[in-house]
């Protein structure tokens, strides 16, 4: 049977989307993983690295403020923003992402709707007590004058470890999130795969619970991914020209 994307839509009434780097690509940020992206150019910092070093805390930090020159100047763009007025009209139920650079908030949804695998750059947490840190905390540690990235920052309550609140690589996935994206992929109707290869795992795994418990799948994507084949319909576009095609 030939699906569209708008009749899938209009028949749906509980989606979930699940969104990579390529919906934010459109929004000026670099993919990290693809050809001349961030990890090709420079060795990712694996997180056992980060707690036990200093040296590796320091250089973590000095590339977060570097990476967040694009990130910081980044706004939603048609692809976030379609999703969101489905989300307005109670068609989606919850946003799941491996993007960290906060655009889903920004273009409007409930932050309890928003299931973020890979964490949020916008801000740091103790690795010990989880209290929150606010990046100008950071950065103005780390450049005042007696320090200059020479020492890195500690909590103030407990000592710990501050660190961005992203999920780097060797640190264990979220588990609370993790469970939460697995049940919304058991429940809903629609599964729709926005920018991702599908090449992350357990990540990865969350179109098949939704196909297997009789979801349809939507892949949108520029290039071909391994999950296409129980695809109900794949899309190789760019995604703000498809997602702007759906009638409201």
Request: with cysteine; proline share 4%.
């Given at each position: 049977?030939?699906?569209?994307?708008?009749?899938?839509?209009?028949?749906?009434?509980?989606?979930?989307?699940?969104?990579?780097?390529?919906?934010?690509?459109?929004?000026?940020?670099?993919?990290?993983?693809?050809?001349?992206?961030?990890?090709?150019?420079?060795?990712?910092?694996?997180?056992?690295?980060?707690?036990?070093?200093?040296?590796?805390?320091?250089?973590?930090?000095?590339?977060?403020?570097?990476?967040?020159?694009?990130?910081?100047?980044?706004?939603?763009?048609?692809?976030?923003?379609?999703?969101?007025?489905?989300?307005?009209?109670?068609?989606?139920?919850?946003?799941?992402?491996?993007?960290?650079?906060?655009?889903?908030?920004?273009?409007?949804?409930?932050?309890?709707?928003?299931?973020?695998?890979?964490?949020?750059?916008?801000?740091?947490?103790?690795?010990?007590?989880?209290?929150?840190?606010?990046?100008?905390?950071?950065?103005?540690?780390?450049?005042?004058?007696?320090?200059?990235?020479?020492?890195?920052?500690?909590?103030?309550?407990?000592?710990?470890?501050?660190?961005?609140?992203?999920?780097?690589?060797?640190?264990?996935?979220?588990?609370?999130?993790?469970?939460?994206?697995?049940?919304?992929?058991?429940?809903?109707?629609?599964?729709?795969?926005?920018?991702?290869?599908?090449?992350?795992?357990?990540?990865?795994?969350?179109?098949?619970?939704?196909?297997?418990?009789?979801?349809?799948?939507?892949?949108?994507?520029?290039?071909n991914t391994e999950l296409d084949s129980i695809a109900h319909l794949v899309i190789n576009d760019e995604i703000g020209k498809t997602l702007s095609n759906i009638k409201f």
């Amino acid at each position: 049977m030939n699906y569209s994307l708008n009749e899938l839509i209009q028949s749906s009434n509980n989606i979930v989307f699940f969104t990579g780097a390529g919906i934010s690509t459109e929004s000026g940020i670099p993919d990290f993983r693809s050809p001349g992206g961030i990890w090709t150019r420079m060795k990712p910092i694996m997180f056992q690295d980060f707690i036990s070093s200093e040296k590796w805390q320091l250089e973590s930090w000095r590339r977060k403020f570097e990476i967040d020159k694009d990130i910081n100047i980044a706004k939603p763009n048609i692809g976030h923003k379609v999703i969101a007025k489905l989300f307005k009209l109670h068609k989606v139920s919850y946003v799941i992402t491996q993007n960290i650079d906060n655009l889903h908030h920004d273009s409007g949804i409930q932050s309890n709707k928003i299931i973020e695998l890979h964490g949020n750059s916008t801000f740091a947490k103790c690795l010990n007590c989880n209290k929150r840190y606010e990046l100008k905390y950071v950065k103005r540690f780390l450049e005042k004058n007696n320090n200059n990235y020479t020492v890195a920052p500690k909590c103030s309550d407990c000592n710990g470890i501050i660190k961005s609140a992203t999920i780097s690589f060797g640190q264990p996935m979220p588990e609370k999130e993790m469970r939460v994206a697995e049940k919304a992929a058991l429940e809903c109707d629609l599964f729709i795969v926005i920018g991702s290869s599908l090449k992350v795992y357990p990540a990865a795994n969350l179109p098949i619970i939704a196909r297997k418990n009789g979801s349809k799948l939507i892949i949108i994507n520029r290039e071909n991914t391994e999950l296409d084949s129980i695809a109900h319909l794949v899309i190789n576009d760019e995604i703000g020209k498809t997602l702007s095609n759906i009638k409201f």
